[in-house]
């Protein structure tokens, strides 16, 4: 039921103390589906491969990768990830037959066009986590989000010696299908983070951060990016935002 503020002012304390007593079950009822609900798992495999094998995404290379696809079946993001003592690569391979952008530079707001991002939170305490955004062309962000509620973003921090491609992939007729992004994340780069303090960086074996994945979508172009926009999560939050740390599923580093 709805109430004025009207209707407020006239409540008895009994009154106060079962709406009290709702917001509490309301609240209780919310962090239970986060912790009662199973989060999806991703798990990193260490590899020996040469970094330039890996930035030029060969195949062969990311064959030895978990492959984690999400979206929607038409638009399908597959992830990939593997881990040096040096640093983590990631790798996306994004279904689109018409991608596009407008930024140039680093660290602007690519989520207001075609994205796909990858957030990490080595210490799992939902603070003080990364966020890499690449568009198409190319383009990083990196944030270090202090909060995520109240959302608190610091855009001058960036990952030192992080490094990116990304490459159109055409069919033989010559027409676009898609993009890939690969990206490498030096361990280093974390080390800025207060959340890393008590974390080996290098992850040891079976080390486990929090993370989850995320594209946006805009079918509509440039002309009318805000239309039919699909965003795309790999462990799914529940709503708009991506900013949902309870959401976050787990990265676990493996060695053979």
């Known amino acids: 039921m709805l109430i004025d ?9 009994g009154d106060s103390i079962r709406l009290i007593s709702m917001n ?30 890996l930035m030029e995404s060969h195949d062969e290379v ?8 999400f979206g929607p079946p038409e638009l399908i993001t597959e992830f990939r990830a593997l881990w040096t003592d040096q640093g983590l690569y990631v790798r996306f391979d994004v279904r689109d037959v018409d991608p596009w952008y407008t930024y140039t530079d680093r660290d602007a707001p690519l989520w207001e066009e075609e994205v796909v991002e990858i957030f990490l939170d080595p210490s799992r305490k939902g603070t003080h986590y990364a966020e890499v955004e690449i568009n198409p062309a190319n383009v990083v962000c990196d944030v270090w989000v202090l909060s995520a509620k109240p959302k608190k973003m610091d855009l ?17 007729e010559g027409k676009s299908v898609g993009w890939t992004a690969v990206a490498y994340l030096p361990w280093g780069g974390f080390r800025s983070l ?47 935002s991506f900013h949902v740390p309870e959401a976050f599923g787990d990265l676990v580093f493996m060695k053979d």
């Open 5 to 13: 503020q009207q209707d407020q002012s006239d409540l008895t304390s």
């Open 156 to 172: 001058s921090w960036n990952i030192e010696g992080l490094e990116s491609r990304t490459a159109l992939l055409r069919n033989s």
């Open 194 to 240: 207060p959340s890393t303090t008590h974390v080996s960086l290098p992850p040891e074996s079976g080390d486990n951060w929090r993370f989850n994945l995320f594209r946006i979508e805009r079918p509509g172009g440039k002309t009318d990016p805000d239309t039919d926009v699909i965003l795309a999560a790999w462990s799914p939050p529940p709503g708009r």
């Open 24 to 53: 509490h079950i309301l609240l209780l009822l919310i962090l239970g589906f986060f912790s009662s609900t199973t989060k999806p798992a991703y798990q990193v495999a260490a590899t020996t491969s040469s970094h330039s094998s």
């Open 62 to 69: 990311w064959s030895a990768a978990e492959s984690a696809g």
